[in-house]
Every structure is written in C-alpha cells, then in structure tokens.
C-alpha cells in the first residue's frame, strides 16, 4: 500500500512519529496550524527498513560490525574505517521497485502542484528522535535519477562515522538505526533564518528574537555568517532592538545545487528583513506557539524571492526550545500552579495530546 511508503503532510499529524519521524510531523503541523510551509511528503521508516531487509544490506552490514567490538566504535578511528566501508556498500545500492515506483509517482505529483518539471527538493532525514546536525541534507535536488540517488545516501549517512560513534557512546544499536525522509520543495530564498518564541538570552517569553542573513538559511544554521537579530515584543510586535551585522557570503541555489558567494557590497550591511516581514514572522510565531500548547518554539524560516510579500513567508521546521530557563514571572499560568508543574503539565500535554 501507497501509505505504508508514503505520506502526503495532509495524511500527516502528530500521532505519526514512528511512521514518519519529527520533522514530517513538525511540516504537517505547521500546515495544519495555518502557517505556509513549501509542499512535499514523506517517505516513510517502514520504506527504509524494507529497504534495509529486502537488499540483504541489513544482514550484511550486521556481519561487518560484528568484527569490531561495540566499544572500539566509541573512538572515531574505528568508526570512520566501519563507516566509510557501509557508506560504499550502499552506494550503488538499488530500491526495490515498490519503493522506487511510489518515490518517484509522488516527485511527478509534487512537479505537477509546483507546476515545475523537474522541481528542485530538499532531501533531509526525518526520525523518530531528533539527532540535530548528525544525518545529511541534501538541497536543491532535480529529477528523479537524483532523487532516487539522494535518498539513498540519506539513508546511508545513519552510517557515517560520526553517527556510529553515537549510537556507541549512548549505547543503542549500532548496526540500525531507521529514518524516514522529507521531500519537500525548496524556496528560493532571498533570506531566511531562524526565530524563538522566547528570548534564548534572558528567558523573557514576552519576547520573540528573529536571526536571519541572506540567501538560504544554512549560513545561520551552520552559523558560518553572523546574521542579522532583531528582538521583538511578542504582545504589541515593537522592535525593540535591530542589530545589523556585516553579511559577507550566501548560500544561494544554481543549477548545479548550492553554492557559496559574495554578498553584493550594497546588501552587506543592510536589514535582510523589513519591517512587515518581521512583524509577520512573529504573527506566525505566536500562532505556532499555541498550536503547540505555550511551548516556546524554535522555528526555521524563510523569505521567497518568488512572491509578494506575505506570500513569500514560509516555515520549514520548529520544535520546542531547549536550553533556556524561562523567567517564570514572564509564563501565563494558572493561578495556584507553580511555574515548574505548569510547564511540566505544557510539555505533557503536548506529548499525549
């Protein structure tokens, strides 16, 4: 069955987590909240361990690490030599024609809405448990040959080194990890970036603080430029404070994918976002916030060269914020319930919810 290997976001809520892995529901959630997010779908954890089983690499790649000890693998020496040697073992690997067959359907439905042959995607893992930074992306892929190619190597990067040497240090399964994968339509951003529900300084939750740079949103997510930040009151939108930081480089799509280039000198130290498009970032912030129960969100977004303003405003992931102590004198609770059973009762029901 078509569902059992792919999930239009619509198909898509927050019940799926096993089926699709976080960053697929995160889409679908947005989207069923009301927020722009570029179309696309999944293709689901049940399609990777068939994958997985049906090629015998499953099999085979359990016998190869079985001639490591489990706690070599900690060290990246080992790790690196085992995950290189899976990495080429899955390179030329072939998907069973199902798979193959309801993949490459779903890429001419989505050319089909974008009304793009050919559309350019993102390829990115979707699990279960978030691992931030630890599987690979792929962007700015076009057509099916290279789609097919990408998810591959998606599912193959469960198997880099640096993830190996994970699972080891945590003391999980090495020899599988299942992923689902997100197909989602890039935007061609003319800048993007990311925002937090709460101030991620001071923990004031009455403040929302937008960082953004020009091009797509790597440059600040791999923090390679130093973007732009604007604080912003979450209750009356003011912008309480602007800093402009020099932006000497973006990330920016080419027929060839991505590349790196020179900010042009009149766009160096100029806002990357004005004021109607902050201010509708935090609308859409808010928005999310609730949708999510009060859990402050932190949120990727970004800012399409190809339509008008608030069209060209679109969300690409959020999840809860970590790492911050909230001010409890800034959280709206109950009377009676203290600041640390009100957020324990927030992050519960958004977990059972």
């Given amino acids: 069955m078509a569902g059992d290997l792919i999930r239009w976001f619509k198909d898509i809520n927050k019940k799926h987590v096993q089926r699709v892995g976080k960053k697929c529901v995160s889409l679908a ?4 909240a009301g927020i722009q997010v570029p179309p696309g779908f999944a293709l689901t954890i049940k399609a990777n361990e068939r994958m997985m089983r049906e090629t015998s690499l499953g099999e085979k790649i359990r016998q190869y690490l079985g001639r490591f000890e489990k706690r070599s693998l900690k060290n990246y020496s080992d790790s690196e030599k085992a995950g290189n040697h899976i990495i080429q073992m899955m390179k030329g690997i072939k ?3 199902d798979i193959r067959s309801e993949l490459l359907k779903s890429y001419e439905k989505l050319c089909e809405v974008s009304g793009i042959p050919n559309v350019p995607v993102s390829v990115r893992s979707s699990g ?3 691992h931030p930074g630890l599987f690979d992306t792929y962007l700015n892929v076009q057509g099916k040959a290279e789609l097919e190619q990408k998810v591959v190597a998606c599912w193959s ?3 880099a080194p640096r993830a190996i040497a994970n699972r080891a240090q945590q003391g999980r399964s090495i020899e599988k990890e299942y992923i689902g994968v997100v197909i989602l339509q890039m935007v061609n951003a003319r800048s993007a970036g990311v925002l937090f529900s709460v101030n991620p300084i001071t923990g004031n939750l009455n403040e929302i603080v937008v960082e953004g740079s020009w091009g797509l949103g790597e440059s600040v997510v791999q923090a390679s430029v130093a973007p732009d930040r604007f604080t912003i009151d979450k209750r009356t939108l003011e912008v309480k ?5 020099e ?6 799509l080419t027929s060839q994918g991505t590349v790196v280039e020179p900010v042009s000198l009149e766009r160096q130290a100029i806002s990357c976002l004005n004021d109607d498009e902050i201010r509708e970032l935090v609308r859409l912030a808010k928005i999310v916030e609730i949708h999510y129960g009060g859990i402050p969100q932190d949120v990727e977004w970004a800012i ?6 608030p069209e060209n405003v679109f969300f690409l992931q959020t999840r809860s914020v970590v790492g911050v102590k909230w001010e409890s004198k800034y959280l709206d609770k109950p009377a009676g319930k203290s600041p640390a059973d009100h957020i324990a009762d927030l992050m519960i029901e958004r977990l059972i919810g």
């Fill in 241 to 245: 404070e602007k800093v402009i930081n």
């Fill in 128 to 130: 279960p448990v978030s």
């Fill in 157 to 159: 990067s469960v198997f």
């Fill in 29 to 32: 959630e947005l989207a069923r």
């Fill in 95 to 97: 998907l069973p024609e």
């Fill in 247 to 252: 932006k000497l480089k973006e990330v920016i």
């Fill in 304 to 309: 399409s060269a190809d339509y008008p303003f």
